[in-house]
């Protein structure tokens, strides 16, 4: 069996990162399941695991005037409480697994994990959150669409951990969350889809849209978002087929046990249309 | 007395919310080894060779070789060997067993365990009959010669998985030269008579005992007949304790599950639009064996006209062998799939005729006096009409459907109409069967029900104690009823068919009556024997005659709405109006009610399995997707008295009833939402889409 440490303090956790490469463990939903074995035996890690989990000084929900910082053990039923969560994100929580696993499972877990399903990485992407990546010797910032750098893999080193996230202050006009997981509960998305725009004197000022469970990573193009800029809603209208071939070339779904690239490239379709018939 | 139906406490509760209630996994003896399974990883080869690695000592291989009897599983239809002795025929097939202490261990043995293969050609498509039925009543011919129009349709349903929380498993020991398994099983006595041949054993050595049972939904019928062969040939190769409790996934890969069908329906039609005869001809995939399969497509091909009497029927059918895993028994036994079939089919013929479904299906509902699909005779009073009245009025199934049949309307509310045969097919109660039930009264003046027939959730332990609590007019503390074991309790037959109050029951009940009427003080032991009304006749050989000596009736009605964005459906709401003679437990009941509704709908528009190239897709919960309760909406059911003279204060059977009629419901509504024909289950939002493109 590998070594399993439960860290006392953030101080402990990097400084053990520094010696050896850890597995690390957040609220483990991702990772029990991932490592299971048969019954009455022990989980198989291949690495060492540092549990986390009870980090207290990593448990925070923190309001500034131009940011919100999330400490990356604070959990998703936590996040829930706070008024100062933006709704997006909120939205995509509730739909997230189930009550029992919300109860343990972070944000951060979600990102390390990396998994081009993950529910709350796609409003995370329409928000500009940043991640927070500490070591012994530093931290970086790193913008949440250069902290995925392939399929399930992260700009995350062996050093480091996630110890914030980092959401940008925002007052959207109106956001659309959906997942598509086709159960109520417990499902993993077969398309999940984040949009949020704001509007000044008539023109759109702000337009984002991020989509799930269709390429490596989730899919923000602020190229196309830049041509929505400065126009009318009319305007606007009138490019949206235009818009969506633009999004559909930089999507790659696959066809697997859960769905197929058809349903998958109909529904996100449908979805930016759908979106954009919002504007307003 | 108080009225039978008043809901009493379920007097397993407190065990089972306390967690105090022993399934079989929470047994555990002392020298205890674990069996785990080899397992083929092709569909259909020539076993060459096995290559193991270094075996430690006391790790045991168990294969054909140990079999001291027959190696067949004794089933129904005794074609599936217990360990291959050349040939796999599915990827997921037990090949032999390896038995140690250390579980670990085991794994990496298995791991590095390499089978070589004279690969041979699988078959996946359906072209192999193994078994062929066909029946008629009337003159089909006739009536299509005489047809101005034909409609014809084909309908396919998929598989279907039971999705017990608890998956299979035994424990067994071996004592004295004696055999001893606790299991999670419906039908003790399926096992125990499936060891004995196994095992060249006599009766007084082999000793079935069940566990707690958590969930089985007929999965837990014929399967464990396998399992438990192939632990009772180690324990008697290795004489010490072993326990065998299958994984998740190989649970889902291995285990049976319900068969996927093709149904080609047609009808002639008349000059006036009316049915003369329908012909139906239905496909289902046995997989790799036919076990229960041939049963199953009798029960299929009996429902051909559901809750329908048409004149001339022509019924014919077929299990195909396939290398896909087997499949086998699951709540409803065949009649989901035909029943699915043929009430879309009448819906589609009346609308192809541009006549109201609901005027026109009445016109073909059965009634008592008619005559069944097979020639029997409905004899007992049919209370549909009143049924249907009902179910149209809490629904308020009219007024939606004016509503939701409007173009841009993307809600639907879909009704089903269905009966189910309680019991065994045909005269399977008598020549299978032929259930012997025991009361016994201790010198304490407690009465013990000795029966096989085993609680898997259903509540049959709270409904038999209180039906012989009522008829002794006892305290229900004074009935005893312990979880059954072979060597105390008759052959009752398996937990299976909606049987158990029943028929069961209905013998419970009458050895009750005897136990009152010559009530002496003290032990008293009084038995009763399964007798075959004189009036079923059943003829095996063309299938003609009384196939079940009583039915029960029901009518879903399910509400949806379909999103136009993602094509997901939402089950708004769901009605129920059942005829199951008599609840013997109203909250019982309602409990079977909601889960099978849930189930059946789920089987209509969610739960998908496919295999590749006989490898199934879906292996866990992430990915055969069942619904949570946050799926499952608000649902009303009413339980209409209509009480059946054979059974227990009038009861029939309730388990499957609740499950046949929920996928023709929720097609139909989805249908009425999309406002395209449905043909195929499970409608899921990728088959939606497609529709919905035909624009």
């Not at chain 2, 060459?48 to 006391?58: A, M, Y």
């Not at chain 2, 009025?393 to 639907?412: C, L, Q, T, W, Y």
């Not at chain 2, 005659?545 to 009583?550: E, K, Q, W």
């Amino acid at each position: 069996m590998v070594e399993q440490i439960i860290v006392k303090s953030v101080e402990e956790a990097l400084s053990r990162l520094s010696e050896r490469k850890y597995i690390i463990y957040a609220g483990g939903t991702d990772l029990i399941v991932q490592n299971r074995t048969v019954s009455e035996a022990p989980i198989p890690f291949k690495n060492p695991v540092l549990y986390c989990a009870n980090l207290k000084e990593l448990k925070y929900v923190k309001e500034g005037d131009d940011y919100l910082y999330i400490g990356a053990m604070t959990t998703l039923s936590e996040l829930l409480t706070y008024e100062s969560v933006p709704k997006l994100l909120k939205e995509a929580i509730e739909q997230m697994a189930s009550p029992a696993i919300r109860n343990i499972a972070t944000l951060a877990g979600n990102l390390g994990n990396a998994s081009p399903a993950g529910d709350s990485l796609v409003p995370l992407y329409t928000l500009n959150a940043l991640i927070k990546c500490q070591s012994v010797k530093a931290s970086r910032l790193i913008p949440i669409q250069d902290f995925f750098v392939g399929l399930k893999k992260t700009a995350l080193t062996d050093s480091e951990m996630i110890t914030e996230i980092i959401i940008p202050k925002n007052r959207f006009k109106s956001t659309m969350y959906r997942k598509v997981g086709t159960r109520k509960a417990d499902a993993l998305s077969k398309v999940s889809f984040a949009g949020a725009y704001s509007i000044v004197h008539d023109k759109i000022c702000d337009f984002r849209i991020s989509i799930g469970a269709v390429n490596v990573t989730v899919v923000r193009r602020f190229d196309i978002e830049a041509k929505l800029i400065g126009k009318t809603i009319e305007q606007a209208q009138k490019m949206k087929n235009q818009i969506i071939s633009l999004y559909l070339s930089s999507i790659k779904p696959i066809n697997d046990q859960r769905s197929n690239i058809e349903y998958r490239t109909q529904v996100t379709k449908n979805l930016i249309s759908a979106f954009m018939d919002t504007l307003d | 007395m108080a009225d039978i139906s008043k809901s009493i406490e379920k007097v397993d509760l407190y065990e089972k919310t306390s967690g105090e209630a022993k399934y079989v996994s929470d047994f555990s003896y002392d020298d205890m080894l674990y069996a785990r399974t080899l397992r083929s990883t092709v569909a259909k080869a020539k076993i060459k060779g096995i290559r193991f690695p270094n075996l430690p000592e006391d790790v045991h291989i168990v294969d054909y070789k140990d079999i001291p009897g027959k190696n067949v599983v004794k089933i129904i239809f005794d074609d599936q060997e217990i360990f291959p002795t050349e040939v796999v025929t599915y990827i997921g097939q037990p090949i032999l067993l390896v038995v140690g202490k250390n579980k670990e261990l085991l794994e990496e043995i298995i791991h590095n365990t390499i089978v070589d293969y004279e690969l041979m050609t699988p078959i996946f498509d359906w072209v192999s009959s193994a078994v062929h039925y066909h029946f008629q009543k009337g003159k089909p011919e006739e009536a299509f010669q005489k047809a101005t129009k034909i409609i014809e349709y084909v309908y396919d349903t998929s598989y279907q998985e039971q999705a017990y929380i608890e998956p299979q498993g035994f424990i067994g020991t071996y004592e004295e030269g004696k055999v001893t398994l606790i299991g999670s099983i419906q039908c003790p006595y399926y096992v125990k008579n499936a060891l004995l041949q196994a095992l060249d054993s006599k009766g007084d050595e082999v000793r079935v005992i069940q566990a707690t049972v958590g969930g089985a939904f007929g999965g837990k019928e014929e399967f464990p007949s396998l399992m438990a062969c192939q632990l009772a040939v180690a324990l008697k190769k290795i004489k010490k304790p072993i326990k065998m409790i299958y994984e998740r996934e190989e649970d889902m890969i291995s285990t049976t599950k319900r068969h996927p069908s093709k149904s080609k329906m047609s009808a002639a039609i008349g000059e006036n639009g009316e049915i003369l005869a329908i012909k139906s001809n239905i496909g289902i995939d046995g997989g790799a064996n036919i076990g229960l399969s041939g049963v199953v497509l009798s029960r299929a091909m009996i429902a051909t006209t559901g809750a329908y009497t048409i004149e001339n029927i022509d019924s014919s059918g077929d299990v195909f062998l396939t290398n896909t895993v087997p499949n086998g028994a699951f709540r409803g036994f065949g009649a989901p799939q035909m029943l699915f079939a043929i009430d879309l089919f009448i819906e589609h013929i009346a609308k192809d005729l541009g006549i109201d479904p609901l005027e026109y299906r009445l016109k073909y509902l059965a009634k008592q006096g008619d005559p069944t699909s097979t020639n029997g005779l409905f004899r007992d009073p049919i209370i549909m009409p009143e049924m249907i009245k009902k179910a149209l009025e809490i629904s308020k199934f009219k007024e939606k459907a004016k509503i939701f049949s409007r173009p841009n309307v993307s809600k639907g509310i879909g009704m089903s109409w269905f009966l189910h045969g309680c019991g065994f097919t045909g005269s399977g109660e008598s020549t299978h069967i032929n259930a012997l039930v025991k009361l016994h009264k201790t010198k304490e003046e407690n009465v013990e029900i000795l029966i096989a027939a085993v609680d898997m959730g259903q509540g049959v332990r709270t409904t038999m104690r209180k039906l012989v609590a009522s008829l002794l007019e006892i305290p229900i503390e004074k009935v005893i009823y312990d979880l059954p074991d072979t060597d105390k309790v008759p052959d009752s037959g398996p937990t299976v068919a909606s049987r158990t109050m029943m028929i069961v029951g209905g013998l419970v009940a009458r050895c009750a009556k005897k136990m009152k009427d010559s009530w002496i003080p003290g032990e008293m032991l009084l038995e009763e024997r399964y007798l075959q009304p004189s009036y079923i006749k059943w003829d095996e050989a063309t299938m003609t005659g009384d196939a079940y000596p009583a039915y029960s009736w029901g009518v879903n009605v399910v509400e949806v709405s379909v999103d136009k964005t993602t094509y997901e459906v939402s089950v708004n709401e769901i009605w129920s109006v059942y005829d199951l003679g008599k609840a013997i437990d109203e909250r019982i009941v309602i409990g079977q009610a909601d889960g099978g509704i849930v189930q059946g709908v789920a089987y209509g528009y969610l739960e998908v399995m496919n295999h590749s190239n006989g490898k199934l897709l879906q292996k866990n919960f992430t990915d055969y997707i069942i619904p949570t309760s946050m799926d499952a909406p608000k649902m009303t059911t009413v339980i209409m008295d209509n009480p059946y003279p054979l059974g227990p204060y009038g009861a029939k059977g309730v388990g499957e009833l609740t499950l046949v009629g929920g996928a023709p419901a929720v097609a139909k509504a989805i249908e009425m939402a999309i406002g395209k024909k449905v043909f195929s289950i499970p409608v899921t939002p990728e088959k939606i889409m497609e529709l919905m493109k035909h624009e």
